[in-house]
């Protein structure tokens, strides 16, 4: 009887730990091999200086689990310069076609060959066996543009290089794949050829390539003309000040350079009025967007106000033309200051839970523009507590205390911070606060004071007898 027991025993125990053992491989992630990409097409735009790709990729499911996830993998250089990423898949079939988000996240791989970078894009539901997803990718890419020769004359054309792979960097087996870079123009000095590879106009074509193992990577690198402005913010800070007597106040300050070729030689003021295509690597003007209904528009920098900008501004835009005062060339920077204001009632709102919440818009309204560094400072009323913010990507964030004319405990500041910023990331971002209306009172009272107090210093001056008498 006993005997029988412990056979039992053991049994249970086997038992037990064959179903822990099955619960972790079904939990576990699926290795490269379970999953195939059927067909993958990249495009690339190199129009502006910029990087925009779009990656379209037919993901099948090999294995004999279902995938609830999807890896991208990105070399170090381009992980580095890596500003944005966005992923969708398809739902439904033809005229009632639509695109739904997926969660994009950073992720480590263990034995990751030469530093590659992934990110886990989530699926809405899992990948059965044998069946296939269709995945929009959307990344843009900063800084990956290097000007060759470094260093160029106001005459002369600015030439870049782009480097990247002919074969999509994957861990996964891809069945066929094709790459397309759209360029600015259909000079084109010279480009690797990855056979088949062709030029039409200002498109080079790369592919299609069949069968490819995971990981594959052929380096090409394009050597193109791109003349366009090359406008990197290198810090911008924003200061956004809210006052519940009606008004919010908007100050930015810029620091501007044009990131392309450096300039080299003397300057020609001449041939650059006379001749504009003479200097077709610099910029002169830059377009802001600001929001609607703005008003008390400024425009300076370290020397006083700078004259040459025009606003058009209606009830539904305002548009900012704003020229520096000098053209800027290839290592050339300017420093200047932007402010405005806006009515108050178009971006403070109150949440249902009494809180009050500023919308804004996040991101640099200088259009075609990377800012290396972004910081904004929400200035809250004084009195304002519980601050909390709410943005669509990651920031870092934290919270200060500032003091300004009449301040007695001072006003709370959410600053959040954000490297590599692209125009994509102007979407809204909101800040809640807890504010007693009783604040409000706290200046007007506090002037009405001083001026009593000074008033009833001024009587007793007058009715007090200083002489000197015997």
Excluded at 47 to 58: A, E, G, P, Q
Excluded at 270 to 283: G, I, K, T, W
Excluded at 326 to 351: H, M, N, R
Aim: glycine share 4%.
């Amino acid at each position: 009887m006993e005997a029988m027991l412990r056979a039992g025993g053991a049994v249970a125990l086997v038992f037990s730990v064959f179903v822990h053992l099955s619960l972790l491989s079904r939990s576990s992630p699926l290795s490269s091999q379970d999953l195939r990409i059927v067909d993958a097409e990249r495009r690339i735009d190199l129009t502006s200086h910029i990087v925009n790709v779009f990656l379209t990729l037919k993901v099948e499911n090999t294995g004999t689990s279902p995938a609830s996830e999807i890896l991208l993998a990105f070399p170090p250089t381009q992980a580095d310069n890596l500003a944005l990423l966005k992923a969708a898949t398809s739902v439904g079939k033809r005229k009632k076609k639509s695109y739904e988000s997926l969660s994009v996240n950073p992720t480590e791989q263990p034995e990751a060959p030469n530093g590659t970078k992934y990110f886990s894009i989530s699926l809405l539901k899992p990948l059965s066996t044998g069946e296939t997803v269709t995945l929009e990718v959307f990344y843009i890419l900063t800084h990956s543009l290097e000007p060759f020769p470094v260093e160029i004359s106001q005459s002369e054309a600015q030439l870049v290089y782009y480097r990247d792979s002919a074969i999509i960097l994957s861990p996964y087996h891809i069945k066929q794949q094709k790459t397309y870079i759209k360029l600015p123009s259909s000079r084109v000095e010279s480009f690797t050829r990855v056979e088949p590879t062709s030029h039409a106009n200002a498109e080079l074509k790369y592919g299609p390539y069949e069968d490819r193992p995971s990981y594959s990577f052929s380096p090409i690198i394009v050597h193109f003309q791109n003349n366009n402005p090359f406008a990197v913010v290198e810090e911008l800070v924003r200061e956004v000040e809210i006052s519940h007597w009606g008004s919010l106040q908007i100050t930015e300050h810029y620091r501007l350079v044009h990131a392309g070729a450096r300039h080299k030689g003397v300057f020609s003021r001449l041939d650059y009025q006379s001749r504009p295509s003479f200097s077709a690597s610099s910029f002169r003007h830059l377009l802001a967007r600001l929001p609607p209904r703005v008003h008390s528009v400024y425009y300076r920098d370290e020397i006083g106000n700078i004259s040459t900008s025009h606003l058009r501004a209606d009830f539904q835009k305002s548009e900012l033309e704003i020229e520096p005062r000098y053209p800027l060339f290839g290592g050339w920077k300017a420093t200047f200051v932007i402010g405005y204001g806006l009515p108050l009632q178009d971006f403070l709102f109150e949440s249902p839970d009494g809180r009050r919440y500023l919308n804004f818009s996040f991101g640099c309204p200088l259009t075609g523009t990377v800012v290396d560094k972004l910081t904004i400072k929400v200035v809250l009323p004084e009195g304002s507590k519980e601050p909390h913010s709410v943005v669509p990507f990651p920031v870092e964030q934290r919270v200060e205390t500032s003091y300004s004319y009449l301040d007695v405990v001072g006003r709370t500041v959410v600053v959040l911070e954000k490297e590599n910023v692209v125009p994509e990331h102007n979407s809204p971002f909101q800040v809640y606060y807890t504010f007693n209306p009783i604040f409000m009172l706290a200046e007007p009272l506090m002037l009405a004071s001083v001026f009593f107090l000074f008033f009833m210093a001024c009587v007793a001056y007058l009715h007090v007898d200083l002489s000197l008498r015997k």
